[in-house]
């Protein structure tokens, strides 16, 4: 058991989707009538628009580029806690999107074409489309790439739109802003690994098609909670880990290992230095090879 408190939360993504499969985005299904409950920012209100807002019920639901995200999430130990938290959600999106004859996709991947969008009458040159055609509402960094921070990027003629389920992870013991990249490579060669192997095989191929774009290993963000705990979240991963409780035992288990390796320099050397287990999880998910996957977590086994 790891001697370092912990806690965990995720903010998961989800698509609004029409008889056609087609993503509907957050600002199109505003243009067909749903109401917004507030904003992040009044200078800025379109950038994260409210759709559900409850003091004493998480999640929070906004709009997130072209995907509905639940903000908000608490944050703990409780892998069952976290798991409900996550269905009520999609029961609350559901209802909320019901009206328009909308269903909530959890696929990791949909597609999504500017040009589609003209038939709703919306004005696909907005304000409130604006964050549909891009990527990044705030940068992130990557590890491999020496911590640099990626740039928006425009996306109008991009076909797909993503899914995150990103691992949000803090701990009262230790000012997470001041570990070093040995973390978060760890969680690629864990985490990662966890997500691909337990994600169900009618998910992999829209898992494969993230990968390719937006699921880069080694993808950051340092984050701020309450209190002014400096936290880490952890990007790389989509959306499916959450769907499945069991999955989600296994991924707060996997946050433990991390502390526990990062506790044991003998540990850390030997898996990050010695073994060639880091290379082998950037391949696994490039590719979201189950297989590599699953070899990846037997040898780490063997190192613990």
């Known amino acids: 058991m790891s001697k370092i408190n912990f806690v965990c939360g995720s ?7 029409n008889e056609e499969g087609m993503c509907i ?7 067909m009538g749903l109401n917004r409950v507030g904003t992040e920012n009044k200078k800025n209100p379109n950038r994260h628009p409210w759709y559900y807002l409850n003091d004493n019920i998480y999640p929070l639901i906004i709009a ?3 995907a509905f995200e639940f903000g908000r999430m608490p944050v703990g130990i409780s892998a069952q806690k976290h798991y409900d938290t996550v269905m009520y959600g999609i029961d609350k999106l559901q209802e909320l999107i019901n009206p328009f004859g909308l269903k909530v996709c959890t696929k990791a991947s949909v597609p999504f074409n500017l040009d589609y969008y003209s038939k709703y009458g919306i004005d696909i040159y907005s304000d409130e489309f604006w964050m549909s055609v891009h ?5 992130q960094k990557n590890i491999y790439d020496f911590g640099r921070e990626d740039a928006m990027l425009d996306v109008k003629e991009y076909l797909w ?3 995150g389920g990103h691992l949000h992870i803090s701990s009262p013991d230790m000012d997470m802003h001041k570990l070093d990249w040995a973390f978060i490579q760890l969680c690629d060669v864990i985490l990662s690994q966890i997500n691909i192997v337990n994600c169900p095989e009618e998910d992999v191929s829209m898992n494969l098609q993230r990968q390719n774009f937006y699921g880069k290993a080694g993808n950051y963000r340092y984050q701020i909670y309450p209190n002014n705990i400096h936290g880490l979240e952890y990007r790389t991963m989509s959306l499916t880990w959450n769907l499945h409780l069991d999955t989600v035992k296994k991924i707060f288990d996997g946050v433990e290992k991390i502390f526990d390796i990062v506790s044991d320099n003998d540990k850390l050397h030997y898996i990050l230095d010695v073994t060639d287990l880091v290379k082998r999880a950037k391949d696994s998910i490039k590719l979201f090879d189950k297989n590599m996957a699953q070899s990846i977590l037997e040898e780490v086994e063997k190192c613990l």
């Open 135 to 139: 990527f990044g509402c705030d940068p």
């Open 11 to 17: 903010d998961p993504e989800l698509f609004a989707v």
């Open 25 to 31: 985005p957050p600002a199109v299904v505003e243009f």
């Open 64 to 66: 997130d580029g072209a």
């Open 161 to 163: 739109r993503h899914a």
